[in-house]
């Protein structure tokens, strides 16, 4: 769904997966490293494959008779191969540059400035998040530039908002676990 709120104009599900999975995915960074960032992000990505893989199957096995709207959930979900593709091409190349990118930072850091690591990779990868999506899913059928434009400029005021959640995450993760049990590493 493309939404407009003042003079933006973004598509209102590629804004909102923002909320939570770059912080995660920094938070896991931060206390666990690199490696179990990237499996994160792959198991993510094997997830939502799964899910569009089961939508796009009910899609093709037969409707029951009593059922109602058959067609119409057939006509919006069936719209399912092209999202995906936009998707897997742009939450993957953006979460694995917002996992790399952060961990330089953090090489370059130290474990001081995590809110500039944060920002820096999370805005960076929200920027090629939504040029990459937008034209591959809306190519033809909506404003290309605006909404890149509209959605990055969301994404990156809730990367803002954002930055205390991390701090938050990151003090509960360690608290929880300890710095001193096997599942904490500093590794990276």
Known sequence: MIVEIGPFIFPCTNTIFSLLTFPITDIISVVWGKQYAKITVWISFAAQAV???LVQGSIYVPAAEVGTHQQAYAEVLG???RILV???VAFLTS???DVNL???LKQSSGERLLWLRNNVSTFT??????SLFIPLDF???APIGEMILGSVFLKWVIAVINTPLVYGGMHLVTRTIGK????YTADE
């Open 51 to 53: 899910f569009v893989f």
């Open 79 to 81: 719209n399912g191969p």
């Open 86 to 88: 936009a998707s897997f």
């Open 95 to 97: 979460q694995l540059c």
């Open 102 to 104: 952060y961990t330089k």
């Open 125 to 130: 990868s929200q920027l090629l998040n939504s």
């Open 139 to 141: 190519y033809e059928s």
């Open 180 to 183: 001193d049990s096997f599942a």
